[in-house]
């Protein structure tokens, strides 16, 4: 787990706090915590129920003394409870003035580690207990120094006039500047890339003019620029550090190329997934007509021609039924052999319409069909048929329901599927072999999302939403290309 990290500026006020120090906390969100003050949020109370005043709290005690501070002492989750923590802080220039650098980790494994072991161990044994204990702490705190170095995010710092003032270690390499080529300079000309920095200039302008704001404390994704002039995605968080009349603003960088790539992977192999799957289903069907069927078809021409002879030429007539067993055993083995599913060939010929209304005609359960007019690309269309067919096998064989409706509707950017029945509900997804979470995965596998409402005795509606914009990206599935590269994010402007 990544070490926990705060950052608490001259007020005491919470200015940064990673997604560890979030969740030990029992936050759900960094929102959460940013703007609060330290001490009264975390730091209030002591475990025997007073309250710890915030004068005498050591943990900030850097942001006054400029001496790092480590030691051992209790913090406060969101909902009240105590838990104990070894913690380092450190002092740290921030706009404002000198804050303090904390992180933490909680010991209470490690506490009650210990008092089994002295409550076990005679006298003599304190010696070697204490030895441990302090070689524990020791690789504790080189193991810490560790993490704090390589988890911190890049940190930049401006003033009122979107100049920086700050540039961390980190940031230098995220931007690939020193941070003298980077203080005094205008923001928006080191790691905006050009495109861009009007809207950003424009938006520092108008929070400076009106304070509104569209990225501060919040997380978001943008492009920025290194000193390259390469152009890179990064997650963001911007937190405003200044005196009332005199704005600064410090911001936390991390670079998410990787994590991109791997989200355009993701979704390339799930693409291909797809398409492979329903070119098998295609395969399946020539192999049906080109094999098996052509056995079927000689078998019952034989029999038919048995049946004319079976009066006057009955050896004749017992040797086409012989003709006609073989061609009915070869054909229930070529059958045998074919791997799984079918896609109909009125699919691809005349549409998802036409498919389904030939489905739906076999099946004992009256369904309503609504569906839009326009075709949907390939890999989208036979998606959406075998998710219908499939949710309407599963409501003959469990819904008990009278009717059935299938509405398939389409608009600019995604297409909406919502297969419903009058059964008596209570469907769930209940495990990753159910049919259910297999409709979820076809679903998912085109990035779409799946909801299932089925109170019971209330029917049951499976609601698909899936996007168009995806279809272009199967087109190169066939010769291994994905999809296009991202394209540029708005601006960081406030």
Known sequence: MVQPVSVVDQAGLIRFANPSAVAVLGYRDVSDVLGKPAHETVHYRRPDGTLYPAGECTMLLPRTTGQAIHSEDWLVRRDGSLFPVEYWSAPIDMPGGRGAVLTFTDVSERRRTEHALLAAEHAARDRDVAEARAAELAASEARQRAILEAALDGVLSIDGRARITYVSTAAEGIFGYRADDMIGRELADVIVPPSLRAAHRDGFARYLATGETGILDRR???????????????????????????????????????????????????????????????????????????????????????????????????????????????????????????????????????????????????VELQLAERRLPGPIEASVYFFCSEALTNVVKHARARSARVCVATGEAECTVEVGDDGIGGASARSGTSGLAGLGDRIGALNGIMEIVSPAGGGTVLHARIPLSLAGAYADVPDGRGPGSASAKPPPAL
């Open 220 to 366: 978001i994704e943008i492009t920025a620029m290194r000193a390259d002039g390469s152009e890179f995605p990064v997650e963001l968080t911007v937190t405003r550090t200044g005196r009332p009349d005199a704005p600064a603003f410090t911001g936390f960088f991390r670079d998410i190329t990787e994590r991109q790539r791997a989200e355009r992977e993701l979704m390339a192999s799930r693409a291909r997934l797809v398409t492979t799957f329903d070119a098998a289903r295609q395969r399946v069907t020539r192999d049906l007509h080109d094999g098996a069927q052509q056995r079927f078809v000689s078998a019952i021409i034989n029999l038919q021609l048995a049946q004319q002879k079976l009066a006057a030429e009955p050896q004749r007539a017992r040797e086409l039924l012989g003709l006609a067993l073989g061609d009915t055993r070869w054909g229930l083995n070529e059958l045998r052999e074919i791997a799984t599913g079918i896609h109909p060939a009125v699919l691809t010929q005349r549409g998802l319409a036409a498919a389904l209304a030939g489905f739906i005609a076999r099946l004992s359960v009256p």
